[in-house]
T-cell receptor
């Protein structure tokens, strides 16, 4: 079946550094990928829609300069958390819909801890 | 404005009994609904879905019911098992770009 792979699954970084999270669709091409963030005991919040070959679309309240998204190929989207701060600590999840399939496939998620 | 709502943040059920998780939506343009299950520190996994043209879809122990007039759907798990303990999200599709709109989630605890 279709698989979306997200890497790394867990990362601890120092405040002020940048962290890159990768999301790959393994057996299908994804022109669109979605990045979500989950706060403790809260729902998945859509951060941005990543579009292959064009700029990402950010949800209201999400800082585009802080959360850089690059969708350079049909199978890879990256989310870079720049100048990370402790309040950026969260669980980040990507998902990718396969063309013609309503179901969205999710990555395994990345637990980011900024110390 | 929350278009998909799960009004019960948590639910506790005895093993072997039925678990019923509810979800309400406001957007009549949604045409497909999905349920996802999420364990801590893992990404959500797809559980079951239903098209807006149907009112019921069954897959093993899981059944999803859709009441379009009430804009309400529910997930029934029977019999419930301890391994079903997780957070369940309902999601709706119908917006442009294949985007899913998620509910807030319901934490299900199945007690042995």
């Amino acid at each position: 079946g279709a698989v979306v792979s997200q890497h790394p699954s867990r990362v601890i970084c120092k405040s002020g550094t940048s962290v890159k999270i990768e999301c790959r669709s393994l057996d299908f091409q994804a022109t669109t990928m979605f990045w979500y963030r989950q706060f403790p005991k809260k729902s998945l919040m859509l951060m941005a829609t990543s579009n292959e070959g064009s700029k990402a679309t950010y949800e209201q309240g999400v800082e585009k300069d802080k959360f850089l998204i690059n969708h350079a190929s049909l199978t890879l989207s990256t989310l870079t958390v720049t100048s990370a701060h402790p309040e950026d600590s969260s669980f980040y999840i990507c998902s990718a819909p396969r063309r013609g399939n309503t179901e969205a496939f999710f990555g395994q998620g990345t637990r980011l801890t900024v110390v | 404005d929350q278009q998909v709502k799960q009004n019960s943040p948590s639910l506790s059920v005895q093993e072997g009994r039925i678990s019923i998780l509810n979800c309400d939506y406001t957007n009549s343009m949604f045409d497909y609904f999905l349920w996802y299950k999420k364990y801590p520190a893992e990404g959500p996994t797809f559980l079951i879905s239903i098209s807006s043209i149907k009112d019921k879809n069954e897959d093993g122990r899981f059944t999803v019911f859709l009441n379009k007039s009430a804009k309400h759907l529910s997930l029934h798990i029977v019999p419930s098992q301890p391994g079903d303990s997780a957070v369940y999200f309902c999601a709706a599709h119908g917006n442009a770009g294949n985007m899913l709109t998620f509910g807030g989630g319901t934490r299900l605890m199945v007690k042995p």
